[in-house]
C-alpha cells in the first residue's frame, strides 16, 4: 500500500507482532471513522449540468469507486452524502431538506459547483434561485466551477474523507480555524 | 413541400398574413384575433397537414408581446413559424389546445411566466408558480424584492 498517499491511509493503529500473528493496537474511535471514510454512499440527487459531471466521475473514466464511494442510493435511507450537483430552486428546496433529513446519521454534504455554494450564475436577477443551497442545509465540503471537472469532484470528496478521518464534528472545526 | 411552394401556398391561402424575410424557417406575421381560424387551416388543409406544434413562445419586447408558434408537418417536413402581435396591457389570444393537444401545458406556461390570457382554454393555472404567486417573472419590468437581488 502506499503510505505516502493521503487518499490510501493504512489502518489505524501499531501492529505487534507476535508468534503465529500479532496485536493490534488502535483506537475504535479512529477506526470507525477509517471505515466511514473508506464506504460513502452517495445519494442519487442532481439538479442540473453538474450531475452530468458527477455521472461522469461515477463512471469507468474516473470510477469514484476507487476511493470508497461504491454504490449510489436511489433512497435517502441507505445514503452517507448527498452531492448538490446543480441549481437549487426554490420549489425544490423543500425536498432537498426533506430528503437530507431521512439520511440516517452521519451524513455529508457536498455543494457541488457555483449555483449549490452560492446560486453562482443566478445570483442576481432571478426569481427562483436558492443563494447557495447552505441556507437549507449544513455543507461540509464546497467545489468551484461551472461546472467543476471530475477531478474537482473526487478532489472534494478526498477532502472529505480527510475530514471524517480528522474526527473532528462540523461545529469543532469551525471553532479551531474561526 | 420546399419553402418556395410552402410561402405561395400561404400566400393563396392566408392574403391577410405578412411574410417576414430572412429567416431559417418560412415565417409569417398574422392578426392575433384570427388566429384561431388561420390556426385551424394551416392544421387541416390538404397539403400543409401542420400537424406538429413543435414550440410555443412569447417574447417581451417592452413595448408589446410577440407570441410565436413552430409548426411542422410530420407528412409533407415542411416547417412554418407564426408571429402575432399581442397588446402588452391587455395580452390575450385564442387557445389552440383544442387543434394541437401539446398547446394546453405551453400555453399555462406562457399564462404563468408572462400573463398571456388564452381565451377558452380548458385549464388555465399557475403552471410551474404556486397558485398564490403575483405578478409574472419573466416580464422585463417583473420586480420581486423578496427573492430577486437586482444589478
Given at each position: ?54 455521472m ?39 425536498v ?83 | ?26 415565417t ?21 397537414d ?25 407528412l ?53 408558480m ?22
Amino acid at each position: 500500500m502506499d503510505v505516502g498517499n493521503k487518499t490510501a491511509d493504512p489502518f489505524p493503529g501499531e501492529v505487534h507482532p507476535t508468534a503465529g500473528g500479532g496485536i493490534v493496537v488502535s483506537k475504535l474511535d479512529e477506526i470507525i471513522n477509517w471505515a466511514r471514510s473508506n464506504s460513502l454512499w452517495p445519494l442519487v440527487f442532481g439538479t442540473s449540468c453538474c450531475a452530468i459531471e458527477m455521472m461522469s466521475t461515477a463512471g469507468a473514466k474516473y470510477d469514484w469507486s476507487r476511493f470508497g464511494f461504491e454504490v449510489a442510493r436511489a433512497t435517502p435511507r441507505q445514503a452517507d452524502v448527498i452531492v448538490i450537483a446543480g441549481t437549487i430552486v426554490n420549489k425544490m428546496a423543500p425536498v432537498l431538506k426533506r430528503l437530507y433529513d431521512q439520511m440516517a446519521d452521519p451524513k455529508y454534504v457536498i455543494a457541488m459547483g457555483a449555483c449549490a455554494t452560492s446560486g453562482g450564475p443566478f445570483f442576481y436577477n432571478t426569481y427562483s434561485v436558492v443563494k447557495g443551497a447552505d441556507h437549507v442545509i449544513p455543507v461540509d465540503v464546497y467545489i468551484a466551477g461551472c461546472p467543476p471537472r471530475p477531478e474537482a469532484l473526487l478532489h472534494a470528496l478526498i477532502t472529505l474523507q480527510e475530514k471524517i478521518r480528522s474526527g473532528a464534528t462540523r461545529e469543532q472545526i469551525k471553532v479551531e480555524k474561526p | 413541400m420546399t419553402k418556395e411552394e410552402l410561402k405561395s401556398r400561404l400566400g393563396e391561402l392566408l392574403p391577410s398574413a405578412t411574410f417576414e424575410e430572412g429567416t431559417e424557417w418560412t415565417t409569417i406575421m398574422i392578426d392575433p384575433s384570427a388566429w384561431k381560424g388561420i390556426a385551424r387551416q394551416l392544421r387541416f388543409t390538404p397539403g400543409l397537414d401542420l400537424d406538429y406544434l413543435f414550440c410555443l413562445s412569447c417574447v417581451d419586447w417592452k413595448t408589446h408581446f410577440t407570441m410565436v408558434y413552430h409548426m411542422e408537418s410530420t407528412l409533407h417536413r415542411h416547417i412554418l413559424v407564426v408571429k402575432a402581435k399581442l397588446d402588452r396591457s391587455d395580452p390575450e389570444i385564442a387557445t389552440v389546445s383544442d387543434i394541437w393537444r401539446t398547446a394546453e401545458f405551453h400555453e399555462r406556461e406562457a399564462y404563468d411566466l408572462f400573463g398571456v390570457r388564452f381565451t377558452d382554454h380548458p385549464d388555465l393555472r399557475r403552471l410551474f408558480m404556486t397558485e398564490e404567486w403575483k405578478g409574472w417573472p419573466l416580464r422585463k419590468d417583473y420586480e420581486d424584492p423578496v427573492n430577486m437581488i437586482k444589478l
